[in-house]
């Protein structure tokens, strides 16, 4: 399935509503959605995210989990069955997470503070050490644990899983959520 240059466009400036199941056992946080994730109505969705493949890398999931056209009841059961949910520091679409200003991710990071404290998952792993450096007012950030302002919640930080990020490869993204999901008893 595709979409058209328009149909993604229309979509910018539009948000997709959080995998919040319960219990909520690791909350996966993205820097925000792209066009592709709204129009498609599943997050991570954007061909070429490495997400779900880093997911089945890990052994997280059974499948390997292709949301380009949206979820099947059997992808979400797979998540939302380990307690695995998925949010944004800014929920609002952007062709780009660079599109996004610092200003979008200290506000964030004011919104995950109060879904974090609704909702109580046992470990936060947010996707992206630029976007957690900014938003936790931490510029010396680097992957992996972090000390949580959240009392009896773990924090981590992993690489974005954007096709985007050369940086880090399959491997190394499955090695980093391993590592969280199993701290989150996954």
Known sequence: MGFTRDELEACRGRSLPDLLPDPLNLLFVGINPSLWTIAAGA???????????????????DTRINAAAGFTDADLRQL??????????????????????????IAGRARLDA???????????????????????DRKAKVGRQESPWPGIELFVAPNPSGLNAHYRLADLAESY???ARAAGI
């Open 115 to 137: 879904l974090v404290r609704e909702h109580h998952p046992r470990v936060v792993a947010v996707l992206g050490v630029g976007a957690y450096r900014t938003a936790f007012h």
């Open 80 to 105: 939302t069955d380990r307690g695995i949910g998925i949010t944004n520091l800014v929920p609002v679409a952007t062709a780009r997470a660079d599109e996004l200003d610092d200003a979008d991710l």
């Open 43 to 61: 997050h991570f969705s954007r061909p070429g995210n490495r997400f779900y493949p880093a997911l089945y890398e890990a052994g997280i999931t």
């Open 178 to 180: 391993g590592e969280i």
